[in-house]
């Protein structure tokens, strides 16, 4: 990519405005678009693919007033990203919170190693560009809870934790998948989940007044995954490569409509075919 290029993409995202998404009636909207919102100075590199990859001068994510570690990645300590990505944690968290105040912190699982490379239960977070974000969950009186691991939810949105049940957080989680689709610095390809937490978002999308454009894009991005792993406890959250990390950093389809126009993949976009929702 020459610089010149590069300036303009950096130009493009930068001059955004803020992202107003679905209708959601009682929610502030924080203005999220500030390059001083948690954007990072240029210094990671992510390196090859997802399943095969490196990492070169990984941001760190800490944990914050939004977003915690869970406690069950804590020992292995895999909070390592490229900038996109720790970024995109920390304003998506920020930005759920803002909007519903009240709630608990968004849970956060692995990431990458420090370097890169294989990780111990993942077949991909090879290269900084992988999330395991915990859902948003209620108690059985309704309270917003901050469950210490992943709890598997069923069709009901129910699940069970210490013998108690907890209940999938439907606003909540619409808030953050809509936050992590419009953030205007990192570009999400896939938000893998299982095919019933699929359908709750978009239904809850649909009756908090989302556009059909937008509930295509929703239905696009948030897909279940094609492995043994159904995705009933968290969403598996990856990036695409960043502009100024290719070529060395590889990606495959599909390249989504709304890319900017001066990021390379624009010119790999083709006509998508119609999807169900």
Same mark, same amino acid.
Do not use: N, W
């Given at each position: 990519?020459?610089?010149?290029?590069?300036?303009?993409?950096?130009?493009?995202?930068?001059?955004?405005?803020?992202?107003?998404?679905?209708?959601?009636?009682?929610?502030?909207?924080?203005?999220?678009?500030?390059?001083?919102?948690?954007?990072?100075?240029?210094?990671?590199?992510?390196i090859g693919r997802v399943t095969r990859g490196r990492l070169l001068r990984a941001d760190y994510l800490e944990s914050s007033a939004f977003h915690r570690k869970m406690e069950s990645d804590i020992e292995a300590n895999n909070f390592y990203g490229?900038?996109?990505?720790?970024?995109? %944690?920390? &304003?998506?968290? +920020? !930005?759920?919170?803002?909007r519903y105040p009240g709630g608990p912190r968004l849970g956060v699982g692995e990431l990458s190693r420090l370097r890169g490379g294989d990780i111990i239960g993942h077949s991909s977070h090879e290269n900084g560009r992988d999330v395991d974000l915990g859902f948003y969950m209620k108690d059985f009186a309704g309270v917003p809870t901050e469950l210490p691991e992943f709890t598997d939810v069923n069709r009901a949105g129910i699940g069970e934790f210490e013998e108690s049940p907890v209940y999938f957080d439907d606003v909540r989680n619409w808030l953050l998948i809509e936050a992590l689709i419009e953030?205007?610095?990192?570009?999400?390809?896939?938000?893998? %989940?299982? &095919?019933?937490? +699929? !359908?709750?978002?978009?239904?809850?999308?649909?009756?908090?007044?989302?556009?059909?454009?937008?509930?295509?894009?929703?239905?696009r991005v948030v897909m279940s995954p094609h492995a043994d792993h159904p995705h009933q406890n968290h969403f598996h959250v990856r990036i695409y490569c960043s502009a100024e990390d290719l070529p060395r950093c590889r990606d495959r389809g599909p390249y989504w409509p709304w890319i900017p126009e001066a990021h390379p993949y624009f010119a790999r976009i083709v006509p998508l075919p119609p999807i169900r929702l």
């Open positions: 990519m020459t610089t010149l290029a590069l300036l303009a993409f950096t130009s493009q995202v930068a001059a955004q405005e803020c992202p107003i998404g679905s209708a959601v009636s009682g929610f502030a909207e924080p203005c999220m678009c500030s390059p001083s919102a948690s954007l990072k100075p240029l210094s990671s590199a992510s490229t900038k996109e990505l720790v970024g995109l %944690v920390e &304003r998506a968290s +920020r !930005r759920v919170a803002l953030d205007p610095y990192a570009i999400v390809q896939h938000v893998f %989940v299982a &095919r019933s937490i +699929r !359908r709750r978002l978009i239904d809850t999308g649909r009756r908090l007044g989302a556009s059909e454009a937008f509930l295509e894009k929703v239905g």
